[in-house]
């Protein structure tokens, strides 16, 4: 039902940089706020990004957000091994003909 | 702290109805500015956003779920509740609460949970 598409896996090795993808339409991240969440396995997901671009307390500035059209990415710089995690983007979608709120498909980020 | 912790049972029969009730702490469900929201994730799949509550009793369901959901709040207990009718194997997933944001900024909107609860499996199996 995901109408925000992500890759299915990024990796890279400790201190690189890893950028992830989120694909939308007019009517989701063309138009609205697109938000990011960090899972760690066997927990419940965390706000990472909010607002595009906007990082919550407590967030290291190595991860950050931005949004050019229906489109959007994360970017983790200076990789480490407590990042690998899965990574899902989600934005309000103005379409009468689906949910209201969509999630991405989902990235499962490997630090090699 | 906010915190929020599902509760109700891990084993439902098909054609069932599923239960869960979230409890809300050092937070009131009756403040104005939230959406007490439920979201469920597959085992091994992504996230699925099923609805929400203000806590006026107004919702929005998933289209998907709507003719089986009904999410409800109970003021006096602090507590928000799930139901989920005629239940089948689809529906076994983690069943995450969540409190939910809006923030509307002339015709843009942003909708995002900033608390969520630990989560629980709900199995439907004969």
């Known amino acids: 039902q995901s109408v925000l598409t992500q890759p299915p896996s990024a990796s890279g090795t400790p201190g690189q940089r890893v950028t992830i993808s989120c694909s939308g339409s007019s009517s989701n991240i063309g138009s609205n706020y697109v938000y990011w969440y960090q899972q760690l396995p066997g927990t419940a997901p965390k706000l990472l990004i909010y607002r595009n671009n906007q990082r919550p307390s407590g967030v290291p500035d190595r991860f950050s957000g931005s949004k050019s059209g229906t489109s959007a990415s994360l970017a983790i710089s200076g990789l480490r091994s407590e990042d690998e995690a899965d990574y899902y983007c989600?934005?309000?979608?103005?379409?009468?003909?689906?949910?209201?709120?969509?999630f991405g498909t989902g990235t499962k980020v490997t630090v090699l | 702290q906010v915190q929020l912790q599902e509760s109700g049972p891990g084993l439902v029969k098909p054609s069932e109805t599923l239960s869960l009730t979230c409890t809300v702490s050092?937070?009131?469900?009756?403040?104005?500015?939230?959406?007490w929201s439920w979201i469920r994730q597959p085992p091994g799949k992504g996230l699925e956003w099923i609805g929400y509550i203000y806590y006026s009793g107004s919702t929005n369901y998933n289209p998907s779920l709507k003719s089986r959901v009904t999410i409800s709040v109970d003021t006096s207990k602090n507590q928000f509740s799930l139901k989920l009718s005629s239940v089948t194997a689809a529906d076994t997933a983690v069943y995450y609460c969540a409190r939910g944001l809006f923030t509307i900024f002339g015709v843009v909107r942003g909708y995002y949970f900033d608390y969520w609860g630990q989560g629980t499996l709900v199995t439907v199996s004969s």
């Open positions: 050092g937070g009131s469900v009756s403040s104005g500015s939230y959406y």
């Open positions: 989600a934005a309000w979608d103005d379409s009468l003909s689906g949910p209201p709120y969509v």
